[in-house]
């Protein structure tokens, strides 16, 4: 994209996003002096050498004295580079033009104030009742009415603080605003508003107020740990129906989402299967909260942004040729291949054992790729959005009877409905795990319990198997109760254990699908991708006994799945 082309980029708030998390709020010992409060120590007790300042705005201008060569150790030293300083303080604060004296000191004479955005300024609230803030809440482990919230509601304010306070390698801020326009979604946010919300008060572009908001249905958080809540099957559908509306409109040049580390990966392989769009999608997370020592999040954002900008995801027809990506510590890993391995910057690897790493960004040298993944993706998905028909069969026992079912899968206007997510179970092999020297299928109970639920509650659903490495199998048991679930129309995929670099394979005649290079979570959610366009496996009218045919009928289906996996 020419240099002189702003992007438009829309930016999605997902769940429980460290890297739109902040440390708690604590009362700055200026506060507590003002106010004749204990002073905060350090745990030995020993007094603090610099007091807490956080990023907060002047309510009105105001004239400072900034004391000359203080923004560097080495700045004296070239003096003789510098113009004269604007005039002295005298020992009795005094503003003169010329020194007077060996004590006065040379300033720097400047007035800010709202229109200059953030400063870092002392934390002057204090709790209800007058005391000092020492963490998010009123009292440790209080409940919910009792505690402030760390994450925030979406991501305009960290874009505002990142613009604001992050350098380049020139030392110039402006990071953000100098390369693009930002809109802010709030798609499955982090934080939300308990007390709601006025359309005057809003940062973001959508329309109308916002009612007061339900932790766990309307934000998902991780902290504190005792309050987390975490999301559902329907945030699924509400986030995809968002993100889809949002990049379908022709709007934006590329998209960034923002999400916890642990479950990022899962978002991104998500986005890339079902969301029909040629722009990029760049996914960020980050280990350590916005505004922690060593915070990785904001460098992430701002290389997303170049990501986008620099156009090396375009096909030679200017549409994304490489699918959402998860862009982290300046290596580019496709969404289908990345996982995190470890909680520490870095800590994402490569899963499969042939490639996913595919191009690198950051100083030094410009955005790069390496390679082109093969996959298909967004909007060249089999599965995207666009392709996913309005209904589909699914499976329900009805007076005991295992018959297929039209399951609604869009409303009236195309989007996704929250209760047909599929519910999509992982079943892990261990050795040593067969209750005795029987393959009874029945002996799995908790596969046979399952199955029982499914077809009680959700006519759209499978199951994947993480089986041993790299074949993909389970015991006699586990691989009979499967066997089963597919004979009562649910689709069962084979993976490897960990992050296998084998090629889980499908066997001719085999009425498992097999999961290839995947991880067990990617297949996850590449069988809920195949249910909702697909519909479930034919099942057999006595699904403890099939007969040939009908075995012959769930291969023919479990053949469309497989064309998936083996391109996806």
Known sequence: MPAAERPRIAVFSGPTATVQNSE???????????YGLPLRTNPDGTALV?????AQRLAAPVTVYIEAFSAHPLEEDAAELYAAPDGYLTAAGAFISERASDSDVAVYEATIGPDDGLFTLPYMARTRDGSPWESEGLVPFGPGDETRQTFYP?????????????????GVNNILSSKGDYDFFRAAPSGGYLNGLSEAQRTDVG???????????DFYFYGPPHLAQGTAMPTLARLTNLVQSVLGSGTYDGAIWLEGSPAVEETAYWLNLLIDTTVPISCNASQRPHGALGNDGDRNIVDSVDYIRSRIWAGSDGADAVGSVLLQEEQIFTSRDAQKADARPGGYVATGGHGGIIGTIGAPGDPMLTFWPAKAHTHRSAVNFTRIPSSNPGVRRVNGVVSSVDV???????????DAIPKVTIVKYARYGMDDYSDDPMLQVEIRARIDSNLAKASLAGFVLEGNAPFGRGDESEMAALRRAVAHGMPVVRTARGNAEGMVAHAPGEVFIAGNTLTSTKARLLLMACLLRFGSLPPAADPENPTS???????????EYQGVFDTH
């Open 154 to 170: 979406d991501a305009s304010r960290l874009f505002e603080e990142i613009n604001r306070f992050g350098l380049d390698v020139h």
């Open 24 to 34: 708690p709020l604590v009362t700055s010992n200026n506060a507590r002096r003002k």
């Open 207 to 217: 329309e109308g107020d916002i009612p007061p908001e339900i932790r766990g249905e």
């Open 549 to 559: 045919e009908e075995w012959d009928a769930i291969r023919a289906k479990v053949a």
């Open 50 to 54: 610099q007091d807490i300042v956080r």
């Open 408 to 418: 609604p899968i869009k409303d009236a206007d195309g989007a996704l409905l929250a």
